[in-house]
């Protein structure tokens, strides 16, 4: 079982940044695909990023490219989220979520994910 601890959410204003942090911790094998996915009130949970957690390659949802950034470090034990230019619309829960058997058609759909953390808010202030 992979465990998933999100943090560094927190308030930043609109133009802004901010880091989140997901620690990884489990049996090694388990993790293929991690991800970043979001969820604001009375909205469904929605897909922000991902990485093949083997050849690390990335993916992100339309409303955050090119300023959200995915990356892990070298040890494969943390991935991040930089959130650079945030707008009020991006204000949410944010989740970091793992899978092990995730097709890459269906990288942005919550239910591949095994795996998922507590979540830490981001508020982005106009």
């Known amino acids: 079982q992979v465990q998933l601890v999100e943090y560094g959410g927190g308030l930043v204003q609109a133009g802004g940044s901010l880091r989140l942090s997901c620690s990884v911790s489990?049996?090694?094998?388990?993790?293929?695909?991690m991800g970043w996915f979001r969820q604001a009130p009375g909205k469904a949970r929605e897909f922000v990023s991902a990485m093949n957690w083997s050849d690390g390659n990335t993916y992100y949802s339309d409303s955050v490219r090119g300023r959200f950034t995915i990356s892990r470090d070298s040890a494969k034990t943390t991935m991040f989220l930089h959130v650079n230019s945030p707008k009020p619309e991006d204000t949410a829960v944010y989740y970091c979520?793992?899978?092990?058997?995730?097709?890459?058609?269906?990288?942005?759909?919550?239910?591949?994910?095994?795996?998922w953390g507590q979540g830490t808010q981001v508020t982005v202030s106009s």
């Open positions: 489990g049996p090694p094998g388990t993790v293929y695909t």
């Open positions: 979520a793992a899978g092990k058997f995730v097709l890459e058609s269906r990288i942005h759909q919550p239910s591949e994910y095994e795996s």
